[in-house]
Nanobody, 123 residues
Framework: QVQLVESGGGLVQAGGSLRLSCAAS??????MGWFRQAPGKEREFVAR????????YYTDSVKGRFTISRDNAKNTVYLQMNSLKPEDTAVYYC??????????????????WGQGTQVTVSS
């Protein structure tokens, strides 16, 4: 089992920044990722970091604006979100993948999920 606790969501104006955090405890894992789900839409991949090597992946719409990072000592992953747009509004979820998979955008790759944190970007 992995327990995930997210924090850092909120309301921000377009062009602003937020940093999400997700603290993990329990068993070890290969990677942590961030997904988001907007009202009426499917949950979609945002970013991922492979824990031991630090390799990162992003969906195209956030490249250059979002940065995923980790603090190994705290077992915590961060998502720094800059230049936020109204279309970034969603509930953001962190998740862990126990094993390697090259299907890193696929929700089925991830075994444990956080409770979600709301990010709202006003225009």
């Amino acid at each position: 089992q992995v327990q995930l606790v997210e924090s850092g969501g909120g309301l921000v104006q377009a062009g602003g920044s937020l940093r999400l955090s997700c603290a993990a405890s329990g068993r070890t894992f290969y990677a942590m990722g961030w997904f988001r789900q907007a009202p009426g839409k499917e949950r979609e991949f945002v970013a991922r970091i492979d824990w031991s090597v630090g390799r990162t992946y992003y969906t195209d719409s956030v490249k250059g604006r979002f940065t995923i990072s980790r603090d190994n000592a705290k077992n915590t992953v961060y998502l720094q979100m800059n230049s936020l747009k109204p279309e970034d509004t969603a509930v953001y979820y962190c998740a862990t993948a126990t094993y390697y998979s090259n299907r890193y955008i696929d929700r089925a790759t991830y075994d444990y999920w956080g409770q979600g944190t709301q990010v709202t970007v006003s225009s």
